[in-house]
Each structure stands twice: as structure tokens, then as C-alpha cells.
């Protein structure tokens, strides 16, 4: 952009200006972006201002406005969903060995690389078609697939199934964590931690559901191949039937009586500018307030490019709106020069590949553990000689009850003077670890389920913070490709977990011991993280 930006830009009514002194410090990097596309940018600029002119409401600093609490329900089911059914496949995972006599880790497997897929697809997707229907179909095929997981056959089917509603489940956070950040002011977007809550209810409720059920129609755990019919084992059919039938009550809410306002960003990308503000007038009236912006502040920007002569696109906008652009605009942030970005200083260079390491170990460690910890529970307990399948599924919804306080804990943890993400995060995942290798010594079922209470109250603390503060290591202009590299790092570190378990004693505690070690180094790595957010404004 042009030197005179550099200075001050406004636009338009005096209530509403877009100056470098009333934006975050950290962002006026933005303004010089060569990015192919400097009108969406600027454009961008200002629906961000536009929402942090709405505010957080009246409350605001305790309590959300009605849309906001709306909105916090309602992509808080992606975060519902994105453990649930991880879990799911965990606590079907004893049953279904039993009755179709495969190797368990095929059925994690065929759902890692469905989750890979959906993360990939709807975070593009939403860029095409926009937020709103993306936000609205993924639990729909999650829970078309889970129904119809209900009925397989044998194990090629169920395994497929798993693949097909996880393609869903994969998109669930890409598209809320935009739908969520794209209507909340800048201000509080360390709420993203706090929606971790929901995290760890989805953990809850399929622990709680799924105890009943399969604890009373399921074949009898044991150590020893045995045969298994389909008319005594139907507690994890009914399982999944209930967990899809969830999932369409959770679409429901969502797609008949939440209003689910198009992003204003997308409706801009798009060269629908009246639309797009219109939405911001919608949303602060939701909240029983006014916006002064309005389409002149848009119109601004146009003429002010064109005076300039940096706009290349023959639209009059200034801006390419077809479906073709809004991908490249998505896939633009994975060019060279975003990466490269990212790399930029010796510093900054540490920091993301830290933290690259960091979603990759934990992305192995977290589903190979959980994938497997309620067969090993079953196992053990049968060693112990307390392993039936009422005890073990017990034993999972307490593990499941301990995680909720973590997730709440995460967010009072973060803003603590001389501790905050860095440190809470090293903590939470260093006694993940201990609590993991610990878990190894446990002479009884009580002891072991103590040690494993330990790892749910910590990894949930560890989660919560993990999906808070990468963004905020990233700088504006680069995010985009900074959270996709470390997301699809963790995907496919996670669909490394369950082949690795091809070729580990599932009886054994080898796999808890691979997982307790990663957790460890995870730990000290966070520690080694050059930045530390708490207090400052992303950049």
C-alpha cells in the first residue's frame, strides 16, 4: 500500500474511522502486505473494527450479548463433536473387536485419515460456498454416517463408515473457530479457550451414554479370543445409533432455530458489500446496539486504491468475486511467501517450528492414547480381575467428569502473571506425561483409574490452551498459513497413531508408553517457545 496509509486512513462519518492509532499496534504490519489482493484486505480491516465497534455488550466485561451466547452454543457443538466421536471409536473399540475378531487399530485408522480429509475439504469449502452451510452440514453427515455405522455388516463397513462421518467431524473446527472469531470482537478472542469447555463435554456425554449401553448388551470382556454373535453384542450398534441421533437434534438447533448470519468477510470476498454490512447492522441490532458503518466506508477504500493505482482486478470493486478467486485467496495463504513468512527472523523461524513440533507429537500422543485407553482399561481390568464391561465404561465416564474442571481451569490458568500460556500449557502437558507412565505401575483397577483421572484433569488443561495460543503466535497476515500447517501436522501425525498400534501389544502398556514419552518432550519444547502472548495483542 501507499505511504500516505502509513500515516492515517479514514473513512467516511467521524464516528467511524479505521486509524493506526486505534487498531493493535502489532497490526499495522498488515497494511503493507503485498498480498494479490489489497482491496479484500483493507476491506477486511474495517468489517474487523466495524465488529469491535459492537463490542462484547453491555456486560462486557463478564458476560457474552444474546448473539454472542448464541453463537458460543452453537460452534461450541464443533467442539462437541471434534472429541466425541474420537471417543466414540474408543469406546466401541472392545465391542466391535469382539464381535468381527479384527485388527482394532484399522477402524482409528480409517477415521484419522476421514478427519484429515474433512479438515482439508471444509476449511477450503468455506471459502467457496461460504461459512453458513459449511457450519450447517457437517453434523449432518456425521450423523447420516453414524446412523448408518450402526448397521455394518462386518468390519469394512463399519471401518468406511467411521472414515465417512469423520470427514464431517474434520471440518467442524476449521469452519466454527472462523464463524466464531469472524462475529466476536478481536478484544476477546481468548474466549476460544473457554469453548474447550465443550470439549470436554462431548468426552462426557458419550462416556455417559455409551456406559449403559454397552455395558448391558455387550458380549463379556476377556483376554482370550472368543466368539462373539451379533444378537448379544448390540450395545455399540445402539451406541451409535443414539450418538447420530444427537448429532441430528445438535444440526437441528443449529440449522432451524439458531440464525446463522453469511460472514460479512465472505459476503465482501464476494462483492456482495451491501449484503456484508448489512449483516454487521443485523448482528449489532441482535445485541441491542448501532454500527455506523455503512457502504460508503467500503467505497473509500475502492477509490482510494484506484487512485493509487494498486487495484489489478477488472472488477469495480476492486476485488475478483468469483468462486474460482475466493479459492485462490484461500489457497494464497499457503504460497511460498506466506511460508516464508512464517521463517522470516531467526526468532520467529524457532517459534514455528516449535510449535509445528509441538501439534505433530501431540497429535501422535493424544489419539494413541485415547483411542486405545478403554480396551487397555478392559484388558488390564480382566488381569486384575475386575474387568468387566459395567466397570471399565464406569471407569471411562469418571475420566470423562475430571476433564470438565480442566477445560474451565485452562482459561483462569492463561492470564496468570508470570505463568500464562507458556507456562500453563508446559505444565498441563509435562504431568499428562507423568500421569501416563505412572498409570504403568498400577497394582489394582483403582490405582490405575487414579492415574488416569490425573491425565484427563491435565490433558484437557493442555488442549485448551493449545488451541488458544497457536493463533496468537501467528501474525495476522500469516495465520491462515500458520494454522494450517500445524493442523495438517497434527492430522497426519494422528493418522501415524493407529499404525504404530498395528504393531504394538494393545494387552501391553507400550503404546502408554510411547504416548507418555511424547507428552514429556511436548512439555519441555512449550517451555522453549520464544513468545509469550498473556497480556499482549497479536500481531
Same mark, same amino acid.
Do not use: C
Given at each position: 500500500m501507499s505511504k500516505g496509509e502509513e500515516d492515517s486512513v479514514k473513512f467516511g462519518e467521524p464516528h467511524f474511522s479505521v486509524t493506526l492509532d486505534n487498531t493493535e499496534d502489532h497490526e499495522t504490519l498488515d497494511l503493507l502486505d503485498g498480498g494479490i489482493d489489497p482491496v479484500y484486505q483493507a476491506k477486511?480491516?474495517?468489517?474487523?473494527?466495524?465488529?469491535?465497534?459492537?463490542?462484547?455488550?453491555?456486560?462486557?466485561?463478564?458476560?457474552?450479548?444474546i448473539h454472542q451466547w448464541y453463537l458460543f452454543v452453537v460452534t461450541g457443538f464443533g467442539w462437541f463433536s471434534d472429541?466425541?466421536? %474420537?471417543?466414540?471409536?474408543?469406546?466401541i473399540l472392545a465391542p466391535v473387536v469382539n464381535?468381527?475378531?479384527?485388527? !482394532?487399530? *484399522?477402524?482409528?485408522? !480409517?477415521?484419522?485419515?476421514?478427519l484429515l480429509v474433512g479438515a482439508f475439504f471444509w476449511g477450503l469449502g468455506s471459502d467457496i460456498w461460504?461459512?453458513?452451510?459449511? *457450519?450447517?452440514?457437517?453434523?449432518?453427515?456425521?450423523?447420516? *454416517?453414524?446412523?448408518?455405522?450402526?448397521?455394518?455388516?462386518?468390519?469394512?463397513?463399519?471401518t468406511s463408515f467411521s472414515a465417512l462421518w469423520s470427514v464431517g467431524v474434520g471440518g467442524n473446527l476449521p469452519v466454527d473457530s472462523a464463524v466464531f472469531l469472524e462475529f466476536v470482537p478481536g478484544t476477546h478472542q481468548y474466549l476460544l479457550t473457554v469453548l474447550s469447555i465443550w470439549w470436554a463435554f462431548g468426552q462426557l456425554i458419550g462416556s455417559l451414554i455409551a456406559w449403559p449401553l454397552i455395558a448391558n448388551f455387550s458380549c463379556p470382556q476377556t483376554t482370550s479370543s472368543t466368539f462373539c454373535p451379533r444378537s448379544e453384542n448390540q450395545g455399540w450398534r445402539y451406541f451409535l445409533f443414539t450418538m447420530g441421533g444427537i448429532m441430528f437434534v445438535l444440526w437441528a438447533l443449529r440449522f432451524f432455530v439458531f440464525t446463522l448470519y453469511e460472514s460479512p468477510k465472505y459476503l465482501m470476498g464476494r462483492g456482495r458489500d451491501a449484503e456484508a454490512v448489512a449483516i454487521v447492522h443485523k448482528v449489532a441490532a441482535y445485541n441491542g446496539k448501532t454500527s455506523s458503518l455503512s457502504i460508503e466506508h467500503l467505497l473509500a477504500i475502492e477509490k482510494r486504491f484506484k487512485a493509487h493505482g494498486e487495484s489489478d482486478s477488472g472488477d469495480a470493486s476492486g476485488i475478483d468475486t468469483s468462486a474460482l478467486a475466493a479459492a485462490r485467496r484461500k489457497l494464497e495463504k499457503f504460497n511460498g511467501g506466506h511460508v516464508k513468512a512464517l521463517f522470516a527472523t531467526k526468532k520467529l523461524a524457532w517459534s514455528t517450528s516449535l510449535l509445528i513440533v509441538l501439534w505433530a507429537f501431540i497429535g501422535l500422543a493424544f489419539p494413541l492414547y485415547n483411542s486405545f485407553v478403554t480396551y487397555f482399561l478392559a484388558t488390564r481390568g480382566a488381569d486384575f480381575g475386575d474387568g468387566s464391561v459395567y466397570i471399565t465404561y464406569r471407569?471411562?465416564?469418571i475420566l470423562s467428569v475430571i476433564g470438565v474442571p480442566g477445560a474451565l481451569?485452562? #482459561?483462569?490458568?492463561?492470564?496468570? %502473571?508470570?505463568?500464562?500460556?507458556? #507456562?500453563?500449557?508446559?505444565v498441563s502437558t509435562i504431568l499428562t506425561g507423568v500421569f501416563l507412565f505412572a498409570s504403568t505401575t498400577a497394582r489394582s483397577s483403582n490405582a490405575l483409574l487414579g492415574w488416569n483421572c490425573g491425565y484427563s484433569f491435565t490433558s484437557n488443561i493442555m488442549y485448551g490452551v493449545?488451541?488458544?495460543?497457536?493463533?496468537?503466535?501467528?501474525?495476522?497476515?500469516?495465520? !491462515?498459513?500458520?494454522?494450517?500447517?500445524?493442523?495438517?501436522?497434527?492430522?497426519?501425525?494422528?493418522?501415524m497413531a493407529p499404525i504404530i498400534a498395528l504393531y504394538a501389544n494393545l494387552t501391553t502398556s507400550v503404546p502408554i508408553?510411547?504416548?507418555?514419552?511424547l507428552f514429556l518432550v511436548s512439555g519441555v519444547i512449550a517451555l522453549l517457545l520464544p513468545f509469550e502472548p498473556r497480556g499482549r495483542a497479536s500481531l
Open positions: 477486511a480491516r474495517v468489517f474487523n473494527h466495524a465488529i469491535q465497534e459492537i463490542g462484547m455488550g453491555k456486560y462486557q466485561a463478564i458476560y457474552f450479548t472429541n466425541l466421536w %474420537p471417543i466414540v471409536t474408543g469406546l464381535e468381527f475378531q479384527f485388527q !482394532g487399530p *484399522f477402524l482409528k485408522l !480409517g477415521q484419522n485419515i476421514g461460504g461459512r453458513k452451510w459449511s *457450519f450447517n452440514i457437517t453434523l449432518l453427515i456425521t450423523a447420516v *454416517f453414524a446412523i448408518a455405522a450402526g448397521g455394518s455388516p462386518n468390519f469394512v463397513a463399519l471407569n471411562q465416564v481451569l485452562a #482459561g483462569w490458568a492463561v492470564e496468570l %502473571p508470570y505463568f500464562g500460556r507458556k #507456562g500453563t500449557l508446559s493449545l488451541y488458544a495460543v497457536s493463533p496468537e503466535l501467528f501474525a495476522t497476515k500469516d495465520r !491462515g498459513t500458520g494454522n494450517g500447517i500445524v493442523a495438517t501436522a497434527n492430522r497426519i501425525f494422528g493418522v508408553w510411547i504416548s507418555g514419552a
